[in-house]
């Protein structure tokens, strides 16, 4: 995908579910025609629209090619690029930032839609895991703008076991000597590595890793190097550790009932007006597939296409798997 030129929307005072941020910004990129149809798709943990987090679907002879779809993409708050508790000044900033909901993020993309780019209606938003949520919740909070959505390993709510999987990073990292109840002065390394590599354990399958898939075909000689690499280069090069835990706590807390219908998470799926994809993997250990079939028994108009791999929640990271995800995003937005 060419450029990584990132747009910034300044939204003025900004209701948020822990308060108020008075200048919240939201980052965001455009591709292609806006005279083509609207998708929108925005990132997911640990992606950055500046690092090309959203490469895999968009670009051209993609599934989301600009020369066919006017595409926007939005950056999460607290990933860094939109408003989080790494660039936000005093007296909001660092642990100190408000709490931020699913809802927050798609109001605050709405604004830029309409505002600013003059959309009317989306034609579909497409997103991967944490963008898979937004995507559910964009279909909640503004039935009428979105025609579909599709879901790629991800869902409606975050699940009582996917709540309690990330109590484990969380932990690694607010326990770590160096984290200093978030007031730290210098990254804090140790709590940064830990939380990388409890949380690496749930991104792959345990086949995956019974088939040594941890070589990554040759990449690294050993688990530990793969470790080092994959669990812990990310977060201690291009993230804040606020920024991470304030947005593991966005995740956690994903239910589109909680957005509408008090907490009744089947009428929530069914009020869902729009076309839904939805695309779990056979293998992931975040979002089960079963709960997507659950989902899918809800929804008005929804089809499932489950992701036959091995590599559980990192599916995205194989080109036949991103393929075939491709290929029925493909057929949906048609």
């Known amino acids: 995908m060419s450029g990584r030129n990132l747009q910034y929307y300044h939204h003025g005072r900004f209701k948020v579910a822990g308060g108020v941020l008075p200048d919240a910004i939201t980052a965001y990129q455009i591709f292609g ?9 925005p990132t997911y943990y640990g992606g950055k629209l500046s690092l090309g987090a959203l490469d895999a679907l968009i670009g051209v002879g993609k599934v989301l090619d600009p020369s066919k779809y006017y595409i926007v993409t939005f950056a999460l708050f607290c990933n860094g690029e939109s408003s989080s508790p790494s660039n936000t000044p005093p007296p909001y900033n660092g642990p100190y930032f408000p709490e931020i909901s699913y809802e927050d ?3 605050a993309q709405y604004a830029v839609l309409t505002k600013v780019l003059g959309v009317k209606k989306v034609h579909c938003v497409v997103g991967f895991s944490m963008g898979g949520q937004q995507a559910y ?3 909640t909070v503004y039935p009428d703008f979105v025609d579909k959505i599709a879901v790629v390993v991800s869902a409606a709510r975050t699940s009582m ?7 484990g990073p969380k932990a ?7 984290f200093k109840d978030g007031h730290y002065t210098s990254p804090p390394h140790h709590g940064m590595r830990a939380f990388g590599r409890v949380l690496l354990a749930w991104v792959y399958s345990q086949t995956w890793f019974r088939d040594r898939n941890y070589l990554m075909g040759g990449q690294y000689p050993d688990l530990l ?5 994959e669990g812990e280069s990310n977060w201690v090069q291009n993230w804040d550790a606020n920024d991470m835990l304030h947005l593991l706590n966005t995740w956690q807390n994903g239910d589109i009932s ?3 219908d008090n907490g009744d998470y089947e009428k929530a799926l069914r009020s869902i007006k729009a076309e839904v994809l939805l695309l779990p993997s056979k293998t992931d250990l975040f979002f089960a597939p079963e709960d997507s079939e659950i989902e899918l028994s809800f929804l008005q108009r929804g089809t499932l296409m489950r992701v036959d791999t091995n590599w559980g929640h ?4 194989n080109q036949s798997d991103v393929d075939f995800i491709s290929t029925q995003i493909g057929k949906f937005l048609a």
């Open 258 to 260: 909680q957005v509408r």
């Open 105 to 107: 993020n798609i109001r």
């Open 161 to 167: 076991h996917n709540r309690c999987i990330l109590e």
């Open 225 to 229: 190097s793969f470790i080092r690499g």
């Open 314 to 317: 990192g599916s995205s990271q």
């Open 137 to 139: 919740h964009w279909a």
């Open 172 to 178: 690694a990292l607010v326990a770590s000597k160096d």
């Open 33 to 41: 025609d806006p005279s083509k149809p609207c998708v929108v798709n």
